[in-house]
């Protein structure tokens, strides 16, 4: 019974999760995703629609890389590469640009 809450929990959070943002983990877009749980994978959009610093999230992705990684080694198999970067939106915009005179 205990192991069952989390996942429980996990699940009725999900729906709150996806209507928070238009980000949504899949397949396509998240390293890893094969070698997930589905309650990892609810876990784990949840915390990148969370962030709210670069280096938060960043630090994260970074975590989360190292661990799929891992777990790829450990199963033989080859991990691929990232796409882009689901931090990226969370970078301080770019100030006007100065030109030398």
């Given amino acids: 019974m ?3 809450l989390p996942v429980v929990l996990l699940l009725a959070l999900a729906p709150a999760a996806a209507g ?15 070698l997930m749980t589905p309650e990892e994978r609810i876990e784990h959009q949840a915390r ?7 280096a938060e999230c960043r630090s994260y992705q970074l975590e989360h890389h190292r661990l799929m990684a891992e777990r790829a080694r450990q199963r033989g198999l ?7 970067d689901v931090c990226e939106h969370l970078q301080p915009a770019a100030g006007p640009r100065q030109h030398a005179d």
């Fill in 2 to 4: 205990k192991r069952l």
């Fill in 20 to 34: 928070s943002g238009p980000w949504r983990a899949s397949e396509t877009n998240t390293r890893g995703w094969q």
């Fill in 48 to 54: 990148i629609r969370g962030f709210r610093t670069y």
């Fill in 78 to 84: 080859e991990l691929p590469g990232g796409r882009r």
